[in-house]
């Protein structure tokens, strides 16, 4: 199966990983532009803590995001 950023890989491979820390990057990248109004790289030269924060906002939603189609289809089922 190809997913939009290419081939699937198991877990665990470097490949993975790199997609792992590219989708967090990117993810702390909108929270950045959501809700400072700036990529995250300029409000990581005007206040690296703040730009910490959306890394661990992003880190956070990542695994909560990736949960979601998990829980909805287990929902769905036990609906019925």
């Known amino acids: 199966m190809t997913t939009q950023h290419g081939p699937d890989v198991d877990p665990g491979t470097d490949s ?12 702390a990248d909108q929270l ?27 880190h956070e939603l990542r695994g909560w995001l990736r949960r979601l189609p998990k829980e909805e289809d287990k929902a769905a089922f036990q609906r019925g």
């Open 16 to 27: 993975d990983a790199l997609s792992r820390t590219d989708s967090i990057e990117r993810l």
């Open 32 to 58: 950045s532009r959501s809700y400072d109004f700036l990529p995250l790289t300029e409000v990581a030269k005007d206040d690296s803590g703040r730009a910490q924060e959306h890394h661990d906002a992003a």
